[in-house]
């Protein structure tokens, strides 16, 4: 039995991740009841507390499904899932399968279908973490698509998150929000099993003074106006395993590789520092008051240009907010949500009418709607669907060329506000990762803006041309119960569960040790919005298994897990 | 039968055959589990924005309404939109093809011409040292995959020894440096990051028609027409490539025409190992993308290719071998 402590014995770690086929047989081989119904034993037998002799007790709890991605999607997140289905099969007694499943499948599965048991993978929050909870957890978002896919339901937190999104006080929110983790991690419905770090990776003779942002990390709008080229360096060089999609910022899938691109080539209203803070000296808009609840002015910079050199105005700032809401551009339907409508008040103003109030409206809305040309923009129609060949924008950077599937290439904007210290950035698509690595120890390319946390990082990192640098971020891998099959609606399930995840082992023997075990949703990258003083889990079998009998379940002589009955 | 009512009759079976590969690929595509439009939203889309989206792209259309659309649209050889990208699936396809095409016929020609002359040589030289050579190499350069010669090739000459380019089809940076692809194509930074890919490739094709020379060979040395070439008082030479080489090509011929067919596919695995903005990649990543319409298309290309070329290879079957008839 290995395995209730944080470090697992190598052999038996080994074994778990790849035993994801072999829990799969097992789940087969039990002829368990997919249904929660107690049954009949496989050898005819009826079901009931079992009297030694090895004989085997029918659990009356269901198979469990643990959706998987294939290996070569992401090896070690493929891994870590084979190694907690065997903790749950071989450590808690629970009949586990594990279903590899391709990311389209996976994700369609667990968040339109609901046919699953437990999810895992890689959830991005942005800049603002009550609004990701309010996307995930409320009960009102049940419905397939919508977004609470784990199907948790909590009327008492529906109410403390709507009243921290209408909440215009900053420290009353601060405070709010503290009480959200507190009752989301008491409940947990969602456990981050590994806190991932952003980590910057580029070549030290080249590059200098990286700064990451909450959101963007080491991509973001501030790392990029703060860089430093080394030496005679003028190009900031980097790749990325695929090739970009579109040129369209409405059109996107707010991947990360079109993200990273757009938040150079275009202006938001507001542009955050590195301490998550709406920063006016780096933003379009310099100053802005709240007039009311539902209502904010924003004073527009003067004198600044498109790529094209026609005059940025406040009626292009205004026209960008309307065109975004009124042609319901996919993409940004969650903002689209609070907006009313925006106009001009004068040459520098523009207002923005909210539909509903929304206390974080810079961090929510205002640092994500991209601010778009009219000249270019007020004849197309459909605007998500629209093939943009050469994008305008007003960002530091201005597009240059792309070779669709080779290289995206962007030259520095001088009249930009907040200019970059290189003159070029490109991105070469390179899916081969020890090509990067040679690339990147050469000074061929000269950062690394995936970040990836991996073997070959942990092989190179002390290349002495290579500098590494790592800040907490505000993404993690998400352990999900899906509430709506039998068992996991109880909240002394979920927190055996929780206790039975290795999250130190992953940490160290899958992903090299450069994340921090998860603990709590929102991550300490948020600042005073994060609290410490959350229902902490042990990584203990024992733990779980004293927790489920204390809640009335018991074991037969097999080890299965039997749970109470009515 | 003649010959028009042949290349009438086997017109005939193409357009069937279209017909046939556009409507399994149509089903195989809808038949796959999963949403197409999990990778074209993002997780901050509303649930109405979703269903809007899933509408424009028509996937909310009953089975048969899209299926006659797509028949419709594949007669006027419009593939329709890419869901990913926007664009038109057929820059998508104009895009990547020439890159692979490219890529490919050098690999191809350099294999074939190889392997012809060696096969014809080995057959010749049958029981030498040469030929149980030749034979091994043919085997292997079939056996080991082309990925893992590919990074071999890579690490002793790209990252050794630096006389080759590690990736792309042009040095890094310097993108959008070319006026035009043929522009890209005649320059030497292009023809030096060629270089590699293309020899990996060939040495993987080489094996096939090597083998396939030499045991057809071995088959015509064996005929009578041999033995009266040598009592004419032909030279060696003149009767190994003039007279039995040209009576053992005809199996090639048909080996060429579909290998030709399938590298308008291109090569997934040396795309991805060398960085090659081919087509074989992006195929695959319409497919795992479920974007239908760049995978209907891109498929439906590769599956005209090979039915048409083979039907080439059948016509100049009755050109190269008199013999052959269309009956």
Redo the contacts between chains.
């Keep these: 039995m290995a395995s209730s402590d944080s470090e697992m014995d190598r052999r038996a770690f080994l074994k778990a991740t790849t035993a994801g086929s072999a829990v799969g047989m097992t789940a087969l081989a039990g002829c368990t009841g997919g249904d929660g119904e107690g049954g009949e034993s496989g050898d005819g037998e009826s079901g009931g507390e079992s009297e030694g002799d090895g004989e085997s007790v029918e659990s009356n709890l269901p198979t469990y499904t643990y959706t998987n991605n294939a290996q070569s999607y992401n090896p070690p997140r493929h891994d870590a899932i084979n190694l907690i289905a065997s903790q749950f099969d071989e450590e808690l007694g629970l009949d586990v399968e594990v279903d590899v499943?391709?990311?389209?499948?996976?994700?369609?599965?667990v968040?339109?279908e609901y046919d699953y048991s437990f999810s895992t993978w890689h959830t991005?929050f942005v800049s603002e973490p009550v609004t990701e909870l309010n996307?995930l957890l409320n009960s009102g978002n049940t419905?397939?698509?919508?977004?609470n896919y784990s199907g948790y339901e909590n009327a008492e937190l529906d109410d403390l998150i709507s009243s921290y999104l209408g909440e215009p006080d900053a420290d009353t929110r601060v405070d709010q929000a503290h009480q959200i983790q507190q009752m989301v991690m008491d409940d947990v419905p969602m456990m981050p099993i590994t806190q991932m770090p952003m980590a910057a990776i580029f070549n030290n003779n080249q590059v200098s003074n990286w700064q990451a942002d909450l959101a963007n990390g080491f991509n973001s709008y501030w790392t990029m106006i703060n860089l430093e080229m080394e030496g005679d360096e003028t190009?900031l060089?980097g790749y990325w395993p695929?090739?970009l999609?579109?040129m369209?910022v409405l059109?996107h899938?707010?991947e990360n590789k079109h993200v990273y691109q757009f938040n150079m080539m275009y202006d938001y209203l507001v542009q955050l520092n590195n301490n998550a803070e709406p920063d006016p000296e780096v933003s379009l808009a310099t100053d802005w008051t709240r007039v009311d609840e539902t209502t904010m002015e924003y004073t527009i910079r003067t004198g600044h240009s498109w790529h094209d050199g026609e005059d940025l105005t406040a009626e292009d700032v205004a026209f960008s907010y309307n065109y975004i809401n009124e042609n319901?551009v996919?993409?940004?339907?969650?903002q689209s949500?609070y907006l009313e409508s925006a106009e001009v008040v004068d040459e520098e103003t523009v207002r923005v009418n909210m539909a509903e109030p929304l206390g974080p409206f810079n961090l929510a809305v205002a640092n994500l709607l991209p601010i778009i040309p009219e000249h270019k923009w007020a004849d197309r129609e459909?605007p998500?669907?629209?093939?943009i060949e050469e994008p305008v924008g007003s960002g530091p950077m201005m597009f240059?060329?792309w070779?669709?599937?080779?290289?995206?290439?962007m030259v520095r904007f001088d009249d930009h506000f907040a200019p970059v210290d290189f003159e070029?950035r490109?991105w070469?698509?390179?899916?081969?990762a020890?090509?990067v690595w040679?690339?990147l120890i050469s000074g061929?390319?000269n950062y690394e803006p995936f970040g990836r946390i991996d073997r070959q990082l942990n092989e190179n990192q002390e290349n002495e041309n290579i500098g590494t640098q790592f800040e907490v971020a505000a993404t993690f891998w998400h352990f999900t119960p899906n509430e709506r099959q039998t068992g996991l609606d109880d909240a002394e399930m979920r927190k055996a569960l929780v206790e039975t995840i290795p999250r130190t082992a992953i940490v160290d023997q899958i992903l090299f040790g450069f994340p921090d075990p998860g603990f709590n949703v929102v991550s300490p990258a948020f600042g005073p919005l994060h609290t410490e003083d959350v229902t902490e889990y042990e990584e203990s079998v024992e733990a779980a298994r004293s927790r489920l009998q204390e809640a009335g379940y018991s074991y037969a002589d097999d080890g299965t897990l039997i749970a109470p009955s009515e | 039968m003649g010959k028009a009512s042949f290349v009438l009759r086997r017109t005939l079976q193409l357009v069937v055959t279209l017909w046939a590969v556009g409507t399994v690929l149509f089903g195989l595509f809808r038949l796959m589990p999963g949403d197409p439009t999990s990778y074209v939203v993002s997780s901050q889309m509303t649930q109405e924005a979703r269903q809007q989206l899933i509408e424009s792209y028509g996937l909310n259309d009953p089975l048969h309404v899209q299926y006659i659309r797509f028949l419709e649209n594949l007669v006027a050889l419009n593939f329709g939109q890419s869901f990913h990208s926007n664009q038109p699936v057929t820059d998508v396809i104009a895009t990547y093809l020439p890159n692979t095409l490219v890529l490919m016929l050098t690999a191809f020609i350099i294999a074939y011409v190889l392997g012809i002359t060696l096969g014809v040589l080995s057959g010749w030289y049958r029981g030498s040292r040469f030929e149980r050579t030749t034979v091994i190499t043919a085997l292997t350069a079939r056996s080991v995959p082309t990925f893992y010669v590919g990074l071999i090739v890579l690490w002793i000459f790209g990252a050794t020894f630096n006389v080759i380019p590690m990736s792309g089809m042009t040095s890094l940076g310097t993108g959008g440096q070319n006026t035009g692809f043929f522009d890209m194509v005649f320059s030497l930074d292009f023809l030096k990051h060629l270089v590699a890919p293309a020899s990996v490739l060939a040495f993987y094709y080489m094996g096939y028609p090597l083998l396939i020379m030499r045991s057809s060979m071995l088959e015509v040395l064996s005929e009578d027409f041999i033995d009266v070439c040598r009592a004419k008082g032909l030279t060696e030479r003149t009767i190994m490539f003039k007279h039995a080489a040209r009576n053992a090509l005809l199996p090639i011929v048909t080996a060429a025409a579909i290998a030709l067919g399938y590298a308008v596919g291109g090569s997934v695995l040396i795309e991805t190992v060398f960085a090659w903005p081919g087509i074989g990649r992006e195929m695959v990543r319409a497919v795992l993308r479920r974007d239908f319409p760049v995978a209907q298309g891109t498929f439906i290309v590769l599956a005209s290719t090979i039915i048409f070329l083979n039907f080439a290879a059948d016509l100049a079957y009755g050109y190269l071998d008199p013999r052959v008839t269309y009956d």
């Design positions: 499943l391709e990311w389209g499948t996976l994700y369609s599965r968040t339109e991005f996307n419905d397939p698509g919508q977004g190009v060089k695929e090739t999609s579109t369209n059109g899938n707010d319901e996919p993409l940004y339907s969650t949500q459909n998500s669907q629209q093939n240059d060329y070779e669709q599937g080779s290289e995206f290439g070029r490109f070469r698509v390179i899916p081969e020890s090509t040679e690339n061929d390319l």
